[in-house]
């Protein structure tokens, strides 16, 4: 069962639904992802929303960005999408039969041991008293934020390290 809504209020009813169980970093970045698609392509009706339209807005995402740019916004708009079925806003999902260009290898870094230094130095100074610590913690143990942010004393082993 299909309704008339635009890509726009599928927008909207995905940020306020899934986006409310979401960090504020994610909500954030999917707000700005979901209002420049929408510029282009929120007046769409749902029910016309095909996957030639589609291709040709992946083409002209194509002409200004990196494939890896490419392929992550496809995965959030196919999240949306894939919202919209579940609501029963749209009998499938359009985008399911688009090519997504390849994800890229991504990036690997690691900081210079001059780097960590400062890094470490910057941290001393600041006016947090928790940021040394945390910042030593994750450059040790490779922890990303919340798992450091949510960390307990009884999972902390010194003598294993």
């Not at 610590?133 to 934020?145: D, E, I, N, P």
Request: aromatic letters at 10%.
């Amino acid at each position: 069962m299909t309704t008339s809504k635009t890509l726009t209020e599928l927008f909207t009813y995905y940020r306020s639904d899934v986006g409310a169980s979401q960090a504020p970093s994610t909500q954030y970045q999917q707000g700005f992802f979901f209002d420049a698609v929408a510029r282009e392509l929120g007046h769409v009706r749902l029910e016309d929303l095909t996957p030639d339209i589609l291709r040709a807005w992946k083409g002209r995402l194509s002409l200004r960005h990196k494939a890896s740019t490419v392929y992550r916004y496809m995965v959030l708009l196919g999240c949306a999408l894939r919202y919209g079925v579940e609501c029963g806003w749209l009998v499938h999902n359009p985008l399911a039969k688009i090519r997504r260009p390849s994800p890229g290898r991504g990036r690997v870094r690691f900081l210079t041991q001059d780097e960590q230094r400062r890094l470490l130095d910057a941290c001393r100074q600041s006016r947090n008293p928790l940021l040394y610590a945390v910042v030593l913690t994750a450059l040790w143990t490779g922890g990303r934020k919340e798992e450091i942010r949510q960390l307990q004393w009884p999972e902390v082993d010194f003598a294993g390290a």
